[in-house]
């Protein structure tokens, strides 16, 4: 019922963020140029673990959702969010603003007057004062629907949810439809790419399978020239210090550029996705649903796997696989299992360990077993002469892979 408190979900691995102390005067960390620090406020490590998983979303989801998706922040998203609220409120729809991010524009604190918004929870975090999202009193006004801001935020401990996208699904499993802000930069899969880009790894994401489950997502679009001029007239970031600082790091136009290609693709390949799918509908097609296995060692270079095999099977709509062998005497690292299993739930697929005496038969049976019809893998890292003495895992791997299409990718230059 509207107002109920949603059921539990089983527990993920909790996350561990070790975030270094703000500097009181720009409001950044030692170390860090990130676009979370900009907005001044101090980067959070969460105390709770993850609870909702995808197919718990799945199953408790009864309203829709839809996301309103940047390519970076001052696009216009928390504008545009304020704006359909206002359509709605005049339609005669129950509109309350569960949280908005305001952040001193005035433009933005004039449209949210125009809503009910809901009072925020006070919580105190490293000696300072920090709004939250009050989630339970949202759930207990039961508006027909709520606007949310900033999906990727991570809460301060002390309220229910480590994430603000748990809460979002809290509300939609209440059966209220949320109205919802991301950019582009928070997406789980791009958080290498993204890092790659800009130089900055964004500490905030968001799942790829809860982007999945919105029912509409609508692009808030920007020329990188015009979002430069926005932030020179002070309108992302009113201090000018910030707004220094970011145009030199984050705001560039190449990064601008890059980041909207990305944003512009992730709606083009879910439209082209919905596409197919109504135009096969009712339909006797056979199934050719890709399912893309990446294996993985400790080490460095397995999150770019699993993050590369991720944008390949969003790409083709399929299911990602995540398997790790090792030999019976081989010691199985649990923090790098803990979180390695965390990485691959976020996007939205499976992973095991198994235990083989042979790494190419351990993955080919498992591969068989699961109708695999794609595998990743690293470019090796060993020389020459230590291929020549043991073997190599990729050669031995592609000579005995039947029908089954093997992706090696390039090593990554450090």
């Given at each position: ?5 949603s059921p539990?979900?089983?527990p ?8 270094p102390?703000?500097d009181?005067?720009?409001?950044l ?6 676009v979370?620090a900009l907005t001044g406020?101090?980067e ?6 993850i609870?909702w ?10 309203a829709?959702l839809?996301i309103y998706?940047?390519?970076a ?10 704006g359909?609220g206002?359509?709605r409120?005049g339609?005669?729809?129950?509109v309350v603003v569960?949280l908005?991010e305001?952040?001193g524009r005035p433009?933005?604190i004039?449209?949210?007057a125009q809503?009910?918004v ?5 919580v105190?975090?490293r000696?300072?004062?920090?709004s939250?999202?009050?989630t339970e ?5 039961s ?11 991570t809460n301060?401990?002390?309220v229910?949810r ?7 699904l809290?509300?939609l499993a209440?059966?209220i ?6 950019n ?8 290498d790419?993204i890092?790659e880009i ?7 994401t ?6 999945d489950?919105a029912?509409?997502?609508?692009l ?5 020239q ?6 020179m007239?002070?309108?992302v970031?009113?201090d000018?210090?910030?707004?220094e600082?970011?145009?030199?790091r984050f705001f560039t136009l190449?990064n601008l550029?890059?980041?909207r290609d990305?944003?512009?693709?992730r709606?083009a390949?879910r439209?082209?996705?919905?596409l197919?799918?109504?135009w096969?509908?009712d339909r ?5 649903r890709e399912?893309?296995?990446v294996c993985?060692?400790h080490?460095?270079?397995a999150?770019y796997?699993?993050?590369r095999?991720a944008r ?12 790790h062998?090792?030999t ?5 690292a649990?923090?790098?299992?803990a979180?390695?299993r965390a990485?691959v739930?976020?996007?939205g697929?499976e992973?095991?360990?198994i235990?083989?005496?042979?790494d190419?038969?351990g993955v080919?049976g498992?591969?068989?077993?699961q109708n695999?019809?794609q595998?990743?893998?690293g470019?090796s890292h060993r020389s ?5 003495f ?7 791997l592609?000579?005995?892979?039947n ?6 990718i390039?090593r990554r230059e450090?």
């Amino acid at each position: 019922m509207p107002g109920s408190r949603s059921p539990e979900p089983p527990p993920l691995a909790p996350s561990a963020e070790n975030t270094p102390e703000p500097d009181p005067a720009t409001g950044l960390s030692a170390g860090s140029e990130s676009v979370e620090a900009l907005t001044g406020r101090p980067e959070i490590a969460p105390t709770l673990g993850i609870y909702w998983t995808r197919q718990h979303a799945q199953q408790a989801k009864r309203a829709s959702l839809r996301i309103y998706l940047g390519a970076a922040p001052g696009v216009g998203k928390t504008f545009a969010m304020l704006g359909e609220g206002i359509r709605r409120k005049g339609r005669g729809s129950d509109v309350v603003v569960g949280l908005v991010e305001t952040y001193g524009r005035p433009k933005t604190i004039e449209l949210a007057a125009q809503l009910e918004v809901l009072p925020p929870l006070r919580v105190q975090y490293r000696g300072v004062e920090l709004s939250e999202m009050d989630t339970e009193a949202l759930i207990a006004r039961s508006p027909s629907v709520a606007l949310v801001d900033e999906l990727a935020h991570t809460n301060v401990p002390g309220v229910r949810r480590a994430k603000r996208w748990e809460d979002v699904l809290d509300v939609l499993a209440a059966g209220i439809e949320v109205i919802t802000t991301v950019n582009i930069q928070h997406v789980e899969s791009l958080n290498d790419v993204i890092a790659e880009i800009t130089e900055i790894r964004q500490r905030e994401t968001v799942p790829d399978w809860v982007i999945d489950l919105a029912d509409q997502i609508e692009l808030v679009d920007m020329s990188p020239q015009a979002l430069q001029r926005r932030m020179m007239h002070g309108n992302v970031y009113p201090d000018p210090r910030k707004a220094e600082l970011a145009l030199r790091r984050f705001f560039t136009l190449e990064n601008l550029t890059a980041l909207r290609d990305l944003a512009l693709m992730r709606v083009a390949n879910r439209v082209d996705s919905e596409l197919l799918e109504r135009w096969t509908k009712d339909r006797a097609v056979p199934d050719t649903r890709e399912r893309v296995l990446v294996c993985v060692q400790h080490g460095e270079l397995a999150e770019y796997l699993i993050r590369r095999a991720a944008r390949i099977t969003q790409r083709s709509k399929g299911d990602l696989l995540v398997l790790h062998v090792h030999t019976p005497e081989e010691r199985v690292a649990d923090d790098w299992i803990a979180s390695t299993r965390a990485l691959v739930a976020s996007l939205g697929g499976e992973f095991d360990v198994i235990s083989a005496d042979s790494d190419v038969d351990g993955v080919l049976g498992f591969a068989y077993r699961q109708n695999v019809t794609q595998i990743v893998v690293g470019e090796s890292h060993r020389s020459r002469v230590q291929e020549l003495f043991h073997g190599s895992f990729i050669n031995r791997l592609i000579r005995k892979a039947n029908e089954i299409d093997v992706h090696v990718i390039a090593r990554r230059e450090t």
